[in-house]
């Protein structure tokens, strides 16, 4: 096993436990006829290459890479509506399979490239065949609206080496405004939906009273 | 084995087979380095409860089922353009592993709903236990924005039994607006991005030849 | 959500979870480049239709299901070797995710059927929508013939209702003893081939030294 | 894409898809509640390493892998009865989504090494980015006690690169022997099995009929 399988080996498997332990959040609320808070749920760890450059530009060094640089493992739980990500957010705090370091609120206050997303640093136990190791782990929650922008942006980012030009930078503001315009969308017919269901509860239990 | 799993079994398993081939087509993309037309692949086979809703509304019998419910299996890719659309019926176009019955453009002609998609119905071979049998699958392509905007309209028609309040179908509308907003910003950046990446490889070429 | 899926939802979450984990284990070994005492896992929740004819014939109320039925889930691991049956116990052991409750020995003490394997119950912490509950989950460590000769006796002991013919099961007695000389001949060689690496590693350092 | 990238792509994708049909052969056995002949489905890639040593020791060229190494694509299919071997050739033998260009009875005939499995080669369709393309793929069916022996020699094989020395050699012959003899006494059992089930639906039905 080379230094870099070696590293991330206990990463990988914490991105894989994850998934399946958040999965089965979705599958117990479908079960449970609610709506769920999650709409899907993915993961990875951070590519070779990706460390590096990160490593470079912050001068950080091999043996600090664990701890300077806290998405080497990244999960992603993306939701249909905003209020879900509440939702989400207090049912990872719950849990007491793993320690939440901090948060970050990139709703509230998006990022100057129309970023938005909720950010916690977990740490996360991981039996490997030496024992227990504790790492961290990089939670992202946001709607399909906030993934879908962020993929293309993160892709232009890429591109272009982090310096996306001016103009461009300029586009992908307007398509965050977009996105968050549909945010806004669903989110009030959400709110109509849960008032109609409301609305024809009490006519049933009306009617079933008479 | 009862009469339902007997007749659903080659559905599920031709929804099986066409999400390993699509997803198998999406890592071909990646490995070449090139913009993967498709975003993810999603399957299923109709749930017992809507097949039987189904029929009752059209008044279709048992027997009649394969032939009258096309959607009986449905398989559907979701791409991060609208471009991109256009480069994955390509794709379905050119298989030889089954055939193309018939196509539905739902992009150029959106529904009065809002919905957006373009759909194919395709027959597709799935080999038994008891030998080769043709079924009908229909696939849907459409945008991340176009699918987020079906999933919320898809759980509200189902609530409300298809006949959704008029205002909140007016709602619907103007999410479904917003999302192809999103899809319009989307492309004018694509566009951009597919035009500095020429001018970038133009540069290079120009410099590598003096 | 009915008071089966109620019931058995954590149970499932449980075996999906430990199969993640064990799977994590054997690929650490392989990266590793060590031989793995892993070959495969396995689980799963016990059937609805076995649940209800194990609680017929112990008599058990439903509401003591959960505590006396210790294989609601179980987890198989199956080994090349006898001698990794031994490195898996000892991985387990070295845990901090669950607790053992017990341990039961049927290799040293094989069944009267000649079943062979090594239990292990387990209370294992699930985290639901409610709140994290402790489970029993049982973890079988045998090797292949060993599992080999398990399905098969399984097999016919569910057709037999239990009551497995003596000419039958002393059939499946001398099918046990072909698995066990299986297991035994595998050993032999397992040792040889240590004992061969052994000298060729010695032979190396020798000629390396010189 | 690098050439291997390039060479083996639609070697794994022949394998992702020939694995989701055969283990789809295996649900439909079970769910017509019928002894399924499949117990598991395993598949594989040729290591770039194998493909090199195999090319270097038969002097094949790069240009000639194709054709000249015919498992570059790899699927086992294990049984738990010799008996049941027949059967999955059968299937496969009626199938109309490849063609067999040859099969092997190293059952019939083992290899002097002690090695048994029934071996086809299949021309396999596969639809790639730029059309269709055949290839072939080596099917292996074989039993649970072949496959636990094969494992075990081609380990050791491995480890001595083709020459095992003759007493480890011998070993391995005794315990294929063992092998052997545990796949006798299943298929006794499974006979006995077939003859119980025969007698105890003759009795039902006699006492139906009365």
Redesign the interface.
Same mark, same amino acid.
């Given at each position: 096993?080379n230094s870099w @399988?070696?590293l991330l080996?206990p990463y990988k %498997?914490a991105v894989? !436990?994850l998934k399946?332990?958040l999965k089965? /959040?979705r599958?117990?609320?479908q079960?449970?006829?609610n709506h769920t808070p999650i709409e899907f749920v993915t993961g990875r760890v951070k590519p070779v290459s990706s460390i590096l450059n990160k490593a470079a530009r912050k001068q950080i060094s091999f043996e600090h890479l664990e701890q300077e640089i806290q998405d080497l493992a990244g999960v992603r739980i993306v939701t249909?509506f905003v209020e879900d990500i509440e939702t989400v957010i207090e049912?990872i705090r719950?849990? =007491? @399979?793993f320690e939440i370091l901090e948060e970050r609120d990139y709703i509230l206050e998006q990022k100057p490239s129309g970023y938005r997303s909720y950010h916690l640093i977990i740490f996360y136990?991981v %039996? =490997? /065949?030496h024992?227990?190791k504790k790492i961290q782990v990089e939670l992202q929650v946001r709607t399909?609206?906030m993934n879908?922008w962020a =993929?293309?942006e993160h892709s232009?980012r890429y591109?272009?080496s982090g310096e996306i030009?001016e103009? /461009?930078s300029m586009?992908?503001m307007? +398509?965050s405004e +977009?996105?968050f315009?549909?945010d806004? !969308?669903?989110s009030? /017919?959400r709110d !109509?939906?849960r008032e +109609? %269901?409301r609305l024809l509860l009490a006519k049933h239990h009306s009617q079933d009273v008479q």
């Amino acid at each position: 096993m080379n230094s870099w @399988d070696e590293l991330l080996s206990p990463y990988k %498997q914490a991105v894989e !436990e994850l998934k399946v332990k958040l999965k089965g /959040i979705r599958e117990q609320y479908q079960k449970s006829s609610n709506h769920t808070p999650i709409e899907f749920v993915t993961g990875r760890v951070k590519p070779v290459s990706s460390i590096l450059n990160k490593a470079a530009r912050k001068q950080i060094s091999f043996e600090h890479l664990e701890q300077e640089i806290q998405d080497l493992a990244g999960v992603r739980i993306v939701t249909q509506f905003v209020e879900d990500i509440e939702t989400v957010i207090e049912l990872i705090r719950k849990r =007491t @399979d793993f320690e939440i370091l901090e948060e970050r609120d990139y709703i509230l206050e998006q990022k100057p490239s129309g970023y938005r997303s909720y950010h916690l640093i977990i740490f996360y136990p991981v %039996q =490997t /065949i030496h024992g227990e190791k504790k790492i961290q782990v990089e939670l992202q929650v946001r709607t399909l609206s906030m993934n879908f922008w962020a =993929t293309i942006e993160h892709s232009l980012r890429y591109k272009y080496s982090g310096e996306i030009p001016e103009d /461009i930078s300029m586009r992908l503001m307007r +398509a965050s405004e +977009a996105a968050f315009k549909l945010d806004e !969308e669903m989110s009030i /017919i959400r709110d !109509e939906v849960r008032e +109609a %269901q409301r609305l024809l509860l009490a006519k049933h239990h009306s009617q079933d009273v008479q």
